[in-house]
Nanobody, 122 residues
Framework: QVHLVESGGGLVQAGGSLRLSCEAS????????MGWYRRAPEKERELVAV???????NYAVSVEGRSTISRDNTKNTVYLEMNSLKPEDTAVYYC????????????????WGQGTLVTVSS
């Protein structure tokens, strides 16, 4: 099995910045795409940003230009840096990764972290 553990959430003032991290751990696995999603109160979970293994990125319009997703393949870790935070960025942020290994019969399958809460105060 592979597990994702997020860190870096917390309380931030509007206009501030934060950096989220998500590390994948387990035995003998491969990772394809990694990404961040978020669920704001009373809203559906939505994509924030994704990054492929070769570094190709894609962002939600709402965060593009003030967010950067990156990854360190040697550490099986994906990062999300967000700047100029707004109260509407308040949400639980979830890490997602497409992983494969013997546990998935070597087919890529999506897994989720437990989420980390980001609260932006006005």
């Amino acid at each position: 099995q592979v597990h994702l553990v997020e860190s870096g959430g917390g309380l931030v003032q509007a206009g501030g910045s934060l950096r989220l991290s998500c590390e994948a751990s387990g035995r003998s696995f491969a990772i394809k795409n990694m990404g961040w999603y978020r669920r704001a109160p009373e809203k559906e979970r939505e994509l924030v940003a994704v990054i492929s293994r070769d570094g190709t990125t894609n962002y939600a319009v709402s965060v593009e230009g003030r967010s950067t997703i990156s990854r360190d393949n040697t550490k099986n870790t994906v990062y999300l840096e967000m700047n100029s935070l707004k109260p509407e960025d308040t949400a639980v942020y979830y890490c997602n990764a497409e992983v494969s290994g013997s546990f998935s019969r070597y087919r890529y399958t999506g897994i989720w972290g437990q989420g980390t809460l980001v609260t932006v105060s006005s």
